[in-house]
């Protein structure tokens, strides 16, 4: 992970259960090879105690495209001992300008989640 | 779809959040994984219907206990509007542990968000 500059994708995931940041959510973000349809893995990391992931991605490789933050969200309900209906949460988005900004939050429980474009 | 006497154990319900209406007319696809092969086996595709949902979307025969994958064609929908949206698609991955349960899954969708939950 990187650098001194912020990248241009950022995520917050929150536990909307217990009303605090999820810590220690394992994600990666891939982009989708559109000659060959095969996902590209670019990156992955965890979430930090804020339930946020600096250095996603640098802006050099932001390329417009077709994206997926995937989440490993059973496996963070399982370290709660608790059990969830999802295995994993995929976001598939996507980026039409490099310099765009794009927040892309994820609020999750054990039965729903939600993600929107943010800010 | 598949035409059942019996309700499907599986049910869902598409609504616009931005309009407040159903979303009628989307494409999905209901799928399982086979996970000797980690495949995704396609067990049903149709469109919603003006209330934005999709009778028959599995019997109670095919219901196995396995990981399942509802995708909805979200871009499209929002496309046929003439709007650009966020997401190409939106796919909801879910764990069906009891199939003698009912599972109701909802997708509230926005062009710049979706959310989704374990109904009833």
């Known amino acids: ?119 | 779809q598949l035409s059942t006497t019996m309700a499907s154990p599986l049910t869902t319900h598409v609504l616009n959040t931005a309009k407040g209406v159903p979303v009628a007319n989307i494409a999905l696809s209901l799928h399982r994984l086979d996970h000797s092969t980690e495949t995704w086996l396609l067990i049903n595709a149709g469109h919603t219907n003006t209330d934005g949902r999709f009778p028959g979307l599995i019997t109670k025969q095919e219901f196995l206990c396995g990981v399942y994958k509802l995708r909805f064609e979200t871009a499209r929908y929002w496309e046929s509007m003439g709007e650009p949206s966020f997401y190409p698609y939106a796919e909801i991955v879910f764990t069906i542990s009891d199939p003698d349960q009912k599972y109701h899954i909802p997708l509230l969708l926005s062009q710049y968000s979706y959310s989704t939950y374990r109904g009833s």
């Open chain 1, 1 to 119: 992970m990187m650098t001194s500059k912020r990248s241009p994708l950022t995520t917050h995931v929150l536990n909307t259960s217990d009303g605090v940041p999820a810590a220690r959510v394992s994600l990666s973000l891939h982009r989708l090879d559109s000659q060959l349809k095969l996902w590209n893995m670019l990156n992955m990391g965890m979430t930090d105690e804020d339930g946020r992931c600096p250095g996603l991605i640098s802006r050099e490789a932001f390329l417009p495209g077709m994206y997926k933050l995937r989440f490993e969200t059973g496996a963070y309900w399982t370290s709660l001992e608790r059990d969830s209906f999802y295995p994993y949460a995929e976001v598939v988005f996507t980026v039409t300008d490099s310099m765009q900004n794009i927040h892309l939050p994820l609020l999750m429980s054990c039965f729903s989640y939600s993600t929107y474009m943010g800010s």
